[in-house]
């Protein structure tokens, strides 16, 4: 017997909320249209293939999405897939049908700029195995968002355990020093997110440094930005003392426009 906040509850429990089971992605409705859709099918891919998960069938997925975001123009779409019901403990049942959820809300308010940050206590654990993946053990960002709204700020710069810089309470975070753009690589720990992922490939920055950074390469910068698929690119103001230049190239003020 399964009790919900007294009541039986007469469903057994997904894996994903037992175990964080499983993985999602948060993308934004433009017009009608998933933006950057083939990015994020082939983040769910990826998550599922990682995590030994039955990839959904794509053109299911999409009609789904379709189907709920019908009449909602503009919007914020979350998608959810999880190992499903079954198994005992940890251990998975031996045929996995895996379970997809889906939910839209509206598109959030997001500031011109990035006013005020800090260094954020809580540091993320190194696991290269799952590095990268949006799975759905977030309690480090859910420490994290509680950390930034006590300190007062607009964001967190995020360190693992071996003071590596990773990524903003928010998004990925991308700087420019002179005339090279860096950004985390995120082997060891962090979320790719899909607009970091456009940002690269499609080279709107030229050819951005991947590697392993400290917050001293971070205060060398002259020009920095947090982006995700959300909110696109919002200019840091300010970072260590320093005023940075909010002037983004053009080709990442379409990420907030659109």
Avoid at 166 to 185: L, V
Wanted: aromatic share 8%; net charge neutral.
């Amino acid at each position: 017997m399964i009790l919900c906040n007294g009541k039986q509850h007469y469903q057994p429990l997904d894996r994903g909320l037992q175990f964080g089971d499983g993985h999602f992605t948060t993308l934004r409705l433009h017009n009608g249209k998933p933006l950057w859709w083939d990015y994020h099918w082939q983040r769910l891919v990826l998550a599922s293939q990682r995590l030994a998960l039955p990839v959904p069938e794509r053109q299911q997925v999409e009609a789904w999405l379709a189907e709920l975001t019908a009449g909602q123009p503009d919007g914020v779409a979350k998608i959810i897939v999880t190992r499903g019901f079954g198994g005992r403990g940890y251990m998975p049942p031996a045929a996995v049908e895996s379970n997809t959820y889906m939910q839209v809300s509206p598109l959030p308010l997001v500031a011109a700029t990035i006013n005020t940050v800090a260094v954020a206590e809580l540091q993320l654990a190194r696991q290269p195995v799952l590095a990268g993946l949006k799975t759905l053990n977030r309690l480090e960002q859910v420490l994290l968002a509680r950390e930034r709204e006590e300190k007062g700020v607009d964001d967190l710069l995020v360190l693992d355990h071996h003071n590596a810089l990773i990524e903003c309470c928010q998004g990925n975070i991308f700087w420019r020093s002179s005339d090279q753009w860096f950004t985390p690589s995120l082997q060891q720990a962090g979320v790719a997110g899909v607009a970091r992922q456009v940002i690269i490939d499609q080279q709107w920055l030229g050819r951005v440094n991947q590697g392993v950074f400290t917050l001293e390469d971070l205060y060398q910068a002259d020009q920095a930005f947090v982006c995700n698929s959300v909110r696109g690119a919002v200019p840091i103001k300010q970072l260590n003392g320093k005023v940075l230049s909010t002037d983004l190239p053009e080709l990442l003020k379409q990420l907030t426009a659109c």
